[in-house]
C-alpha cells in the first residue's frame, strides 16, 4: 500500500483550514482555561487581599477626607475663598457654628487633628477654643473669636484650614519628599523642621549600599569555598550558611543584642584581653545595624552565588592558566562571567530586603539610624496619620519597583534556589 | 501471515496538523493487523511518533478516522483504549517497585489480590526479572529497566502493544539483543506490535511490515525484504541500507527491463517496477553487495572497468571506494580474501551485477 | 579551592587571604547563633561569660502559661492553618500553571510571587488598611489571611521548581495502563512532587512562625504570637529567658534544615533515578 504522491499539505489557507484552525484554537483555549481555573483561586485571593490593599495605597496617600466631614461648611467656605486676605465675618460664623455642634457631638478631635499636621500645636488651639466657645454669646464672631485667641487672627492659620479642606491633597505625597504647596498653589521646599524624609530616603539607600557591599565582600569567598570544596566540606559549610538562614530573624537578632549590648560578651571579652580599656558602643548605633544586617543578609548572597558557581567545572579555570591567563586576568575574563548571573540574583535580593528592614534596626539601631520602613510604622501605628504613611510606603514602594523587573527575571531565569 | 489477516487497526485519512497550515501526518491509510509486527521507520521528525501517539490517545486527529476491531477510536480516552504503551525512556515509575509498576495496570482494573501477584510474577518471569520485584527501579541497569516497561505494557494483555523508540537509550550490544528478545515475545505471546524507530537495522530484523514514513506521508509498506530489495522510491533506496544512485535516461524498454544511458554515457541495463516511457529521466539504484569485483563472465549484463580510489577494512569485508561511469563514490562491499586483500588505491578492477539487482527509480 | 600548586609567592598570600576572610565570614555566621546558647543554661542574669552556674531557671519561666507558652499556641494554631491553605492554592496553582499556557501566564506568575519583593512593611500597611475596612483587625482570621499572602509564593516557587523537572510520560503511562486522570494525578503526579510540595508547606510554616511586622500591624493582644513577644521582650528588657527562648528555636531550626534537607535529597534523588 503506497500512501498517493503529493507534499505534506502547506496549501493554501482555504476556507475549510481556517475553520480548521479554528477548531483548534478553540481546543487549545480549553486546555488553557483548565489550567487557569487551577490558578484562579490563588490569583482572586493575591489580588484582593495584596495587590488591591497594595494599589489602595495610592488612594490613602491623597485621600483627605477628615476637615470636609467635621466641618462641611467651613471647608466649602475656605475652599471658596482666595487666602490673600482674613475671610470675613461669614467664615467666622460658619467656624463657630461647626466646631461648636462638633466639640458637643466629639467629632472635632479628628479635624484637629488634621490641622496640626499643617501647624503643629494647632489641635490644641482647636480643642481649647471648642472649650471656650460657649462664652462667645453672638455676633460679630470673627473679633469673638480672635478675642478667645489671637492666632484665629493670623492668616497663616486661616490658610491652613483652607489647605485642609480636602476631599483629596497633594501634601502626604509632597512631604514625603520635603516639599509643600505654598497657600497660593506653588510648591516650596517644607520648613526646616519637615525636611527629614529625603534624609531617611538617602539613609536608607547608604545602609542598604554598605550592607551590599559587605555582603559581596564576604559572600563571595565563601561562595567560592564551598563550591569548590570537596563533598564533604561543601555538605558542612553549606549547612553553616544554612542554619542562620532558616533560624528566626528575631532570634538572630536577639543574638546580636545580647552580643553587642555595653556589658554583652563581646565587650567582656576584649576587656578581659585588656585590648581595650573601656567598653565600646556597638549597640544603639550604626556600626550594630551594620554588622547585624549583613550577618542575616549573608545568607542570600551566599547561596544564589553558590548555586552558580558549582555548575562551573574546575577545567575551566584550568583551561585558562594552560592557555598563559595569569591568576587575576584569568578570574576577570572566565570565572567573574559565568558568575555574573548568580552574583546579580545576590545584590537584587539583599539590596530589595535591606531596603524594606524595620526590626534589626528598630532594635539595634538608634534614633539616627532609623529606615523607611521605621516611618511607615511610627505614622500608621503610633500616630494614625494613614496619608503620610500611605505618601512614604509609595517612596519606597517605587525604590523597590525600580528594581523589580530584573529580579523578576533573575527568579524565572532560575538561579534563584531557595535552600 | 495467514491468508486472510484480520484486521485490528485502521488508519482512514487520518491526518494531524498543530497549526492548522502544516500537516505533520497527511492522508494516512495504514491498517495493521492482528498478531503483526509493524515498524514505523522514519528519520526524526517524519510524523511516525505523532501517529503513535494518535493510537494511544495522546494527541487529537485532526481529520480521517482510527478504528480498533471496526470502533472508531473517537472520544475514547487513553484509559480505555486498553494499549499498552513502551515508552523511549521507559516512563517507570520512580516510586514504585518493579513489582508494583507491574502491578499498576491490574490495580486500575480492580483485579483481585492474589490474581494480581499470580499474572506480575509470571509477566517478570517471562522477561527474565524474577525475584527483582522488590527493587526500585533506580536500582535497575538500562536493560533490566526495558524489561520491566515491557513486562508492565504486556501483563494486562493489551490488544496491541505500541513502543516508541524503545531501545533507543540502550548501547548497541544490549540492543541487538533486546531486539531479539522482544521478537521472542511477540512470537510466543501471538500479540499485535506497532513499533516505532528511526533505526533501519532494528526494523528489518524484527518487523514482519515495515512502513517508511517522510514528510508526514508513508513512501512505503512493505516487508523488510521487499523494502530492501525493491525500494519503491529514492527517498526509500537512499534511507533503507547503502545504495548507489546513477542519474540518466531510458534509452529503451522491454518487459521489466530497461536499457538506461547514463549521464556518462555509458549505458546500464536495469529492472523497473513500473512501466517507463523512453526519454524519461530516471535515477538507477544498486546495493554495495550486489557489485561484484572481478565478475564470472556469464549472467552479467553490466560490465565496468573500474579504479580502485580507497580501500577500508571492515573484518569480515573490506569497503571499496570506486571511481566509474563518470563518479567517484560508488561502494562495493568485497568479502575478505586472497582476492580482495589484492585491491590497492589506482589498481584498476572490472565489476558488474545483473539486471535483476538494479532498479529504476524516478528522480526525486 | 584547592592550595595552588606550581604558584607563586603572591598566589599564596592570596589563597591564604582568601581562607582568612572566609573562615572569619563563617564564625562571623554562625558564631552568635551558637554563643548565646550556652547563657540560657545560665543561673544568674547577665548576658555574658563567664557563666556563674548552670540552671534550668529561664526555662521555668519560658513554660509558664503567660507570655510564652501563650504565644507558643498562638503562633502555631497561625502556622498550621496557613501551612494548610497556602500548601493547598499554591500547589494548585503551581500545577496550573505547568500544566498549560494561558494569555499573561508570566504576569500572573510575576504577581503570586511579588509578595516576596515587596518590603514587609508596606504588605503590612496595605493589609491593615484592607483589614480594618472589612473588620479583620485584631482577629486570627485578619493574621492567618495576612500569613497566607507571604508564605504562598514559596510554596510555588518550590512546587513549580519540582513541576519543572517532572517528565509527564510518566502520566501518559499510567493513563495507556488504563488509570483515570484523577487517579493519574494521586497514584503518579503527587507522591513524585510531594517532596517538593512538602519543602513549599515547610517555607509557609516557617514563614508564619517567623513573622512579626504584619502582626505587629494587624494583631491585637488576643493573638500574641512568639516573634511579637520577642520584639516586644527585646525592645523592652532583655533577660535570659528570652535566650532561653531562642535556643528553643534555634534547636527547632536545626530540626527544619534537616527536615528540608532530607526532603530535597530524596527528590533530587528520584529525579536522577528516573534519568539513567
Redesign the interface.
Known sequence: ??????????GP?GPA??S??AK??R?ERR?????????????L???V??????L??LY?SVDDPKLAEVLPRTAQTVAAWDGAELPGEDAYATLVEEIRSAYADRTVAAAAMRLNYEISGFRSMVMRTGRKLRRIAGPPYKDALIGLDERWGDIAYWRAVKASAGPYTTRYLLAAVDLQRQWDGSIGTAPPERTIYIEYLQRTFWISFWVLACCI???Y??A??IA??GKRWSRF?L??????F??????????????L?N???IN??LLYGDIIDEPLTLIFNRTGVYIAM??IL??FMVLPLYAVMRNIPASQMRAAASLGAK?LASFLSVYLPQTLPGLGAGCILVF?LA??F??TP??IGGASDQM??YL??EF??RTGN?GM??AI?IL??LS?AAL?PI??GL??G?S?R?? | MDDEPEVLVRFRDV?K????????V??????ICKGEFLTLLGPSGSGKTTILLMLAGFE?V??GDITLNHRSLRNVPPFRRNMGIVFQNYALFPHKSVFQNVAFPLVQRRIPRPAIREKVEAALRMVDLAGLGERRPNQLSGGQQQRVALARALVFEPEIVLMDEPLGALDKKLREQMQIEIKHLHEQLDMTVAYVTHDQGEALTMSDRVAIMN???????GSPHEVYEEP?NAFVANFIGENNSFEGRIESTSGGECAVRLTSGDTVRARSATPRASGEPALLSLRPERLTIDPALDGVANRFSATVVEVIYFGAHNRVRLAMAGRDDIIALAPAGPRSDALATGKTVEVGWSPEHCRVLAPE | ??APVNATRG?HV?YWC??L??A???V???G??V??VP?SFSSGS????PLPGLSMRWYDAVVEPFPWMFALENSLIVATTVTVVATT??T??A???T?????GK?F????????L??????????????FARVGLVQTHVGLI??H??LA?P?V???VS?TLKGFDWNLVRAAESLGARPLAAFFQVTLPLILPGVL?GAV?AF?TS??E??VA??VSGPAQLTL?RQ??TG??DQ?DPS??AI?TI??AF??A??IV??LL?WRSARQRSGKMD
Open positions: 500500500m503506497i500512501a498517493p504522491a503529493g507534499t505534506a499539505g502547506e489557507a483550514d481556517r480548521l484552525e483548534l484554537r481546543a486546555r488553557s482555561l483548565k489550567a487557569f481555573l487551577l490558578v484562579a483561586p490563588l490569583l485571593f493575591i489580588v487581599v495584596f495587590a488591591g490593599p497594595i489602595s495605597l490613602f565582600a564576604i559572600g569567598p565563601m567560592f569555598l569548590t570544596s559549610l549547612v553553616l550558611v544554612l542554619l542562620p532558616w533560624t528566626s530573624l528575631l532570634v538572630r537578632t536577639a543574638a546580636w543584642v545580647v552580643l549590648q556589658k554583652g560578651i567582656d571579652f549583613v550577618h549573608l545568607p591568576p530589595i531596603l524594606g524595620y526590626i528598630a532594635l523607611l520602613s511607615i510604622a500608621a501605628t494613614w504613611a500611605s510606603a519606597l514602594l523597590v523589580y529580579y523578576r527568579v524565572r532560575g534563584f531557595l535552600t | 491526518e496538523t498543530y497549526d492548522g497550515r502544516v500537516n505533520v497527511d492522508r494516512l491509510n495504514l491498517e487529537a485532526t481529520a514528510d508526514g506521508l508513508i513512501q512505503q509498506v519503491a | 579551592m584547592a598566589q592570596w582568601l581562607r576572610i572566609c572569619l565570614g563563617f562571623f555566621l554562625i552568635p547563633i554563643v548565646i547563657i547577665f548576658l555574658s561569660y492554592l499554591g494548585l496553582a500545577y496550573g500553571l500544566r498549560a499556557d494561558f494569555p508570566p500572573v506568575f510575576a504577581l503570586l510571587i511579588s509578595p519583593a515587596v518590603p514587609l512593611v508596606i504588605t503590612a500597611l496595605g493589609l491593615y488598611f484592607f489571611v495576612a497566607v499572602v504562598v514559596f510555588v516557587i518550590t521548581a519543602a517555607f516557617v512562625l517567623d512579626v511586622i505587629l500591624f516573634p520577642l520584639f527585646l525592645r532583655v528570652i535566650v531562642a528555636l534555634i531550626s536545626v527544619l534544615l528540608v534537607e530535597l
